[in-house]
């Protein structure tokens, strides 16, 4: 069974950078697909990024600042965010599901992270 594991959270300042990580041993995109969401306080968890077999997503008109990619090395999932604003505080989860099509919504995926947090303040 998958486990991802997040790590790469913390505080930046506004059009700070940060890049957060995802593992999951067994994670491999000949039969699965990795997204990254995030719930802010008092909000409902979004879709950030997808990485499939067959291709990217990006929701929520993200795509100008984030960008996720995998190092094939290790199998490790990446989220680089670039120009944070405040409203990117939120605890970001890494989920995976079975299949190489990317979906945004959050009941599509069975292994979930614990989710790390990121602040974005001055």
């Known amino acids: 069974q998958l486990k991802p594991v997040e790590s790469g959270g913390g505080l930046a300042q506004p059009g700070g950078s940060l890049r957060l990580s995802c593992t999951a041993s067994?994670?491999?995109?000949?039969?699965?697909?990795l997204t990254w969401f995030r719930q802010a306080p008092g909000k409902e968890r979004e879709g950030v990024a997808c990485l499939g077999l067959l291709g990217k997503e990006y929701y929520n008109r993200l795509k100008a600042r984030f960008t996720i990619a995998i190092d094939n090395t290790n199998s490790t999932v990446y989220l680089q965010m670039r120009n944070l604003k405040p409203e990117d505080t939120a605890v970001y989860y890494c989920a995976v599901r079975l299949g190489s099509v990317c979906y945004g919504e959050q009941n599509e995926y069975s292994f979930w992270g614990q989710g790390t947090q990121v602040t974005v303040s001055s």
């Open positions: 067994g994670f491999t995109l000949d039969y699965y697909t």
